[in-house]
Structures are given as structure tokens and as C-alpha cells.
């Protein structure tokens, strides 16, 4: 009887029906219904188009070919509807979010009512299902993305909650489609408690997925422009909607990233490959991606967002990397959000090199991050990376390239610096240590840095202007240390070098053998109008030459030169000069110098101030008393030289006098001499007859650069008086 009344299960359509509708609160509809009991198989029921439309009625939410269940009898008695086996035939299932972000089936998701009997599953098949979701909160159009092809099977476990899965389908997403596959235990949510609350734990494989779909999504999060590429990934996942543990591999061919606020351009690698981990509190979440690989250079790190939803969510990032080449990967560096003028300084003079990222940080409010710039964002960025084989060009006046080039870069508190750089400076090594202080500081960046450097040949020349030194040669070991701090308008540097292992020489004028005393100290100070150098001192064996500079950068006669010594001893002097070695110099000379002019024409200085001599002796030839005592001082000025008042020995003679150059372009020296007596033996001049006793000798002459000329020249020998004119 049971059995007839249920074949006939059309005659209760109605009935059946209504109470569908109270349960979904939908309207629902099928074509045909058949039930069917036996003792064998149980309750059997069969629909035919089975179809639940929308709240509104306006669209399909749910329809299905053909549905097949089977229920099992014995639980009936217990309020428990237990589905000993479903089968549907091309179900479709259309889910909608609207513009409000709200879905069609929230109401579905979240009811707690508890149901008048319990339903329970054994096993389920779906053969050639459907699910579409359209996503108005994306645009007017909605996007949509859908599985096609569903084939799933469902089997409940034994004697353990939760049924086991196995899936397949096509995912279409606009124009592209890609594979999903997917197998796992489903553990539903208790009775009363929504459907967000169930477990899952499952393996999904995901084939050809087209990431510019998803775009839109993204973009709540990051500002990116454009995403293309096909992904291919693995991921093993446990937990609930909201909270959940992942980790899988990603590989993405045919990428392409535009993120203007990141990156200076488009960035189209060939390959990336991607282990990651990937935990959801439900307000957080946390990556953490333990090899990422692009174009061969590997890379790790950890991304977390916590306050997913607020307004202004906190971000944080760290990554490492392997050695990659600068060139190579110059692209791929985040110069948008590296401060400006350590950006610019890096492009400008850090040219090519290997480098690896050891700390990378971000960690910060995304207004933050949006605007590192403010005081109270400084620390939002940090970054340590590693350099080796690095170039560093200075780019101007033809200056030797740094290369070579190892140590530390790192970018801390908008503070750059460099560590323990260790490199060649063209063929010189050196060592560098240096840093720019907090862009977003009130005032200019401060710049530091200290190198110590030793100056081969090359070097050295380029330092002193190779073209107009031709005749300069240089050679052996010297210690060069600069250090320098300051704002860019006024940089302040000190340098020592240290040139005692040194051997240098120009032309016939100037030889100095390595392992002589010999030092170079001067401080000095840049800007944007001149070079000041407050002090220099050059120490040769303890004979100090010192003074300042100044040197405008525009101006007729941009330079000008103060030169101070104390009591130099010209007989250690003229140690290093050949031409005056010759006549074997003694005594003191003082000097007190100032100069102005061009450096390119150094002849046509100006020069002022004076050089006193303190017994001095000197030899000017081999049949000529050397000369002694000479003691005077030369005044420059006016463009020329004048010592009056000086006084010597020749010999047992004295002689006092007086010399001008009133050109020193010119080099012609006018002087006027006298003596009481003088012995002609002592200046050379010894005839047949022996020495003569020349008196009251005065002398006018103007000696140049190849002849000498005599004004006027009076004697008395014996008891003639002589007079040439």
C-alpha cells in the first residue's frame, strides 16, 4: 500500500512543493516526481528539471536535470533523513554577489534554525555539473567565473564524521578556461551553527588559471595596473572559510606585472615558481613564501595583513634573495617606494655589480607605506643588501671607475649606508665606509663617508691633472684617507696621505725616493659656488709647506693661494730638487705668500707677500768662494719681486745690494750690488800675476732667463778707477 501511495508522488506535488519553498524560502518547481518503497532498497525518490529560483523570482538560483535518492529507512524512526546514495545529473548553480557585497545564498549560509530531522549523507554523485559566480561588487557587468564539467563524488567515512571527496571541472574565467581537480574530507558544520563553519582538508591542483580575472581583487589591496600570465599550482588546505593553513607550489609562464606605485616598468619574466605557506585567522593573514624563483635569481620572504577589512590594514613583508645581476634584474628593484634621492643616487652611480638581498623589511599602516616621506613613517622600510663585483661610476671630470666592489648597502630610518665597501678605484685599492642621513628630516641630507685608498700611478695622475703634469712619473706604495661630512652645497673633506713609500719625480726638477718622510694633509670644503680648502700642509722630511685655498667655480681669476712655511732648511730641501742640489744650499728661507689667478695659467699669477732668507750659503761654480750669509727678504707685489738690504760673504768679502723683477712674466731681475773690497780669487777671477784687490766695487745688471746685461760696473784696481757702462 505504502509503495502505491508513493509511486503516485504527483498527486502530493503541491504539498511537496510548499514545503520546499518554506525550507528555502524560494520558489521551487520540478517537472516530474516519482518515490518508490521497498523493504531491499528503501525509499527511493526521482525528480525530473528540479528548479529554485531567486528570492525576487527574477532568475534561476538552482536548477537539475534529473536527481536520484535513495534514503535509508531505519533512521526515519529516529528523525534522521540518511541519503544512502544521491545522484544529480547536470545541477547548475548560479551565486551572485551584489554591488552591496552581499550574496544571493547568505541567508542560506547563516540560518541557524535547528531543522525538524537531521540529514545525513553517505554518498553523493554529480555528473556534469555547473557553477557560475557573478561578482557585481567588480562593475556594472559583474565579473564572472564558473566550473563547467563538474564531476564529484562524495562517500562518507567510516565510523568518523565528515565524508570523503573527489572533483574535476573546467574553470572558465571570461575568455580562457583552466583545470581544477581537487580531493579532501568535508566535515560539515554542527547542527544550528552556518555552513562557514564547516571543515575542510583537501589537495587542489589548479591548471592554465588566467590571472588578469582576478585583477579586480587584488586591486582592494595593492594599487597593480595590470596582471597577465597562466598559473599552474598544488596546494594541500585544512580548515574553515575564514580560517584555514595552506601551502603548495605556484608556476606562472607568461607573466606580466604593471605596479606603477612599485615598479619604474612593466615586468615580464619568463618564469616564476613559487613554494609558499599561507595561514587566514579570518583578520589576518599570513604568507610565507620559502622560495620564490624569477628568471633564474631565488628569492624568500613573509607578507601579512592583519585588520583584513579596515580601512587602513597593516602590512608587513620581509624577504631575502640569492645573488642576482644588477643589470639583469635593474627592473625588477621597487624604486617607487625606495626614497627618491637614494633611488636617483643608485641609477646615476651604482652601474652594474651582483647583489643580494639579506633583510628586507616593510612593516607598516598602509597610509604609512603610502607615505614613508612623513617623520613619524621612518622606520616603515629597511633593507640590507650584499654587493659583489659591484661598479660605482662618479661620472664627472674623467674620474677612474670604482669596480670590483663588495661590502654592505643599507637603508635603515631613511638613513642610506654603505659598509665595509672593499673594491679597486680604476687600478688603486680601497676601502669605503659612508652614509646619507634621513631624507625627511627639516634641512638638506647630510652625506658621510670615510675611504682609505692606495693611489697606483694611474690614480695619482688623473688626481693631479695627467694632461698638464706629462712630465710626472709616479711609482711604489702610498696611503691615501679621505673623509668628508656634510650637505651636498657644503661638503666638508679631510684627507691625509701618507706618500713615504712613494718614489715620484718631474722631469729633472724634482726626485723624490721612496722611503723619504712625506706627507700631504689638507682639509677642504664643497659647494655649489667653490671649493674652500681652510688648511693643507705638505711635510717632506720635516720641511712643512702650509697654507689655504679658495677656488671659484666661475671668474676671471677663480683661484687664489695662501702659502705659509717657518724656517725651512734648504739643505734637506734641495735634497729633492737636482737643478738646486747643484750649487749645495744651506740656511733658512721663510715664506709668507698669497696668489690669485687661474689654475690653467699659473705664470700669470698675481702674487703678494715675502720670502726672507736667514744665512744662507750656497756654491755657484768650482773656481768661486761659496757664498755665505746671505740674509735678506724678497717683497712680492705689484705684479713683480724686490729684495733690498741683502748682505752675503764671498769669501773674506762682504757685499750687500739689491734685486727687482718688476715682471714676473718676463723673469728678468734687475740688481744693484757693492762691496768695499773684494778679492778676485774669491769670485774667480785670477790672472798671471795672482789674485787683484778690487775696491769700491758697484754693479748695475739685469740678468734673464739666457743672458746678462750690465748697466754700469765701477772698480778701483791699484790706483786705476774703472767705469763700464
Given at each position: ?10 498527486a ?26 521497498t ?13 529554485v ?30 541519503l ?15 554591488q ?92 544550528g ?12 591542483r ?92 631565488s ?10 577589512g579596515?580601512?587602513d ?20 628593484i ?17 652601474t ?60 635603515k ?65 702610498s ?25 715620484y719625480s718631474?722631469g ?8 723619504r ?33 679658495s ?6 681669476s677663480?683661484l ?14 734641495a ?16 715664506i709668507?705668500?698669497?696668489a ?10 698675481i ?26 727678504t ?19 768679502s ?23 773690497q ?47 757702462s
Open positions: 500500500f505504502a509503495s502505491r501511495q508513493l509511486a503516485g508522488l504527483d502530493h506535488k503541491e504539498t511537496i512543493l510548499k514545503i520546499m519553498r518554506e525550507a528555502l524560502d524560494r520558489e521551487v518547481g520540478y517537472e516530474t516526481g516519482r518515490a518508490s518503497l523493504v531491499r532498497h528503501g525509499l527511493s525518490i526521482d525528480f525530473t528539471h528540479l528548479a529560483r531567486e528570492k525576487d523570482g527574477s532568475s534561476e538560483l538552482f536548477e537539475i536535470e534529473a536527481a536520484a535518492f535513495r534514503v535509508d529507512l531505519l533512521p526515519l524512526f529516529a528523525k534522521r533523513v540518511v544512502r546514495k544521491a545522484v544529480l545529473k547536470n545541477p547548475r548553480l548560479f551565486l551572485q554577489r551584489n552591496d557585497g552581499l550574496l544571493n545564498i547568505a541567508d542560506l549560509l547563516a540560518r541557524e534554525t535547528k531543522p525538524a530531522m537531521s540529514l545525513g549523507l553517505k554518498n553523493v554523485v554529480i555528473e556534469n555539473g555547473e557553477v557560475s559566480f557573478t561578482d557585481y561588487t567588480r562593475g556594472a557587468k559583474g565579473l564572472k567565473t564558473s566550473l563547467a564539467g563538474l564531476q564529484c563524488r562524495i562517500d562518507q567515512r567510516r565510523l568518523r564524521s565528515g565524508s570523503r571527496f573527489r572533483m574535476s571541472a573546467i574553470i572558465h574565467e571570461n575568455d580562457s578556461e583552466g583545470g581544477l581537480e581537487a580531493a579532501g574530507i568535508f566535515v560539515p558544520a554542527s547542527t551553527k552556518p555552513l562557514g563553519e564547516s571543515t575542510i582538508e583537501t589537495s587542489i589548479l591548471t592554465g588559471l588566467d590571472l588578469s580575472h582576478y585583477l579586480p581583487y587584488l586591486q582592494d589591496y595593492v594599487s597593480i595596473s595590470a596582471l597577465a600570465g597562466r598559473l599552474d599550482g598544488e596546494v594541500m588546505l585544512s580548515g574553515k572559510a575564514a580560517q584555514f593553513d595552506a601551502q603548495g607550489k605556484i608556476a606562472l609562464k607568461g607573466a606580466m606585472l604593471d605596479y606603477p606605485d612599485v615598479f619604474e616598468k612593466k615586468l615580464s619574466p619568463e618564469l616564476v615558481e613559487l613554494d609558499y605557506q599561507l595561514k587566514s585567522t579570518g583578520s589576518e593573514v599570513q604568507l610565507e613564501v620559502s622560495r620564490l624563483a624569477v628568471d633564474g635569481v628569492l624568500a620572504g613573509r607578507f601579512s595583513i592583519s585588520g583584513m579596515e580601512d590594514p597593516f602590512l608587513s613583508a620581509s624577504a631575502t634573495s640569492s645573488f642576482f645581476s644588477l643589470t639583469k634584474m635593474h627592473s625588477y621597487p624604486w617607487k617606494i625606495i626614497p627618491e634621492p637614494v633611488g636617483d643616487f643608485i641609477k646615476e652611480h651604482v652594474g655589480g651582483n647583489f643580494s638581498l639579506t633583510g628586507g623589511t616593510l612593516a607598516g599602516r598602509q597610509s604609512q607605506i603610502t607615505d614613508m616621506m612623513k617623520k613619524e613613517n621612518a622606520g616603515v622600510l629597511a633593507i640590507r643588501a650584499h654587493v659583489h663585483e659591484g661598479v660605482f661610476s662618479v661620472g664627472a671630470g674623467g674620474a677612474p671607475d670604482f669596480t670590483n666592489i663588495s661590502g654592505v648597502l643599507e637603508l630610518n631613511r638613513r642610506f649606508s654603505l659598509a665595509g665597501m672593499e673594491g679597486r678605484f680604476g687600478t688603486s685599492p680601497f676601502r669605503l665606509d659612508g652614509s646619507i642621513s634621513d631624507f625627511a628630516a627639516p634641512g638638506p641630507a647630510v652625506y658621510t663617508a670615510k675611504m682609505s685608498l692606495e693611489p697606483a700611478r694611474d690614480e695619482v695622475l688623473w688626481l693631479l691633472g695627467k694632461e698638464k703634469l706629462t712630465q710626472f712619473v709616479f711609482d711604489g706604495a696611503s691615501l684617507i679621505i673623509s668628508g661630512r656634510g650637505p651636498a652645497e657644503n661638503f666638508k673633506i679631510d684627507t691625509r696621505w701618507d706618500l713615504t713609500g712613494a718614489t718631474y729633472d726638477e724634482l726626485k723624490k725616493p721612496g722611503g718622510h712625506n706627507r700631504l694633509a689638507a682639509s677642504l670644503i664643497i659647494n655649489e659656488d667653490k671649493l674652500k680648502v681652510p688648511s693643507f700642509e705638505f711635510d717632506l722630511e720635516g720641511q712643512k709647506l702650509g697654507g689655504s685655498a677656488y671659484n667655480f666661475t671668474g676671471k677663480p687664489s693661494l695662501r702659502l705659509k712655511a717657518g724656517a725651512l732648511d734648504l739643505h734637506r730641501v735634497s729633492f730638487f737636482p737643478g738646486l742640489k747643484k750649487i749645495d744650499p744651506a740656511g733658512v728661507c721663510r709668507s705668500l698669497f690669485r689667478g687661474a689654475p690653467d695659467a699659473p705664470e700669470e699669477f702674487w703678494r707677500g715675502n720670502v726672507s732668507f736667514e744665512n744662507i750659503s750656497f756654491s755657484l761654480s768650482n773656481g768661486m768662494e761659496r757664498i755665505r750669509g746671505l740674509t735678506g724678497a717683497i712680492f707685489k705689484d705684479g713683480g719681486i724686490e729684495a733690498s738690504r741683502l748682505q752675503a760673504l764671498i769669501g773674506q762682504s757685499i750687500k745690494g739689491s734685486c727687482r723683477m718688476s715682471n714676473l712674466h718676463r723673469r728678468n731681475f734687475f740688481c744693484r750690488l757693492e762691496t768695499p773684494i778679492n778676485t780669487d774669491d769670485i774667480g777671477l785670477t790672472g798671471r800675476d795672482g789674485p787683484v784687490m778690487l775696491r769700491e766695487v758697484r754693479a748695475r745688471f739685469t740678468a734673464g732667463e739666457d743672458r746678462v746685461r750690465i748697466g754700469r760696473l765701477s772698480f778701483g784696481a791699484g790706483k786705476s778707477a774703472f767705469v763700464f
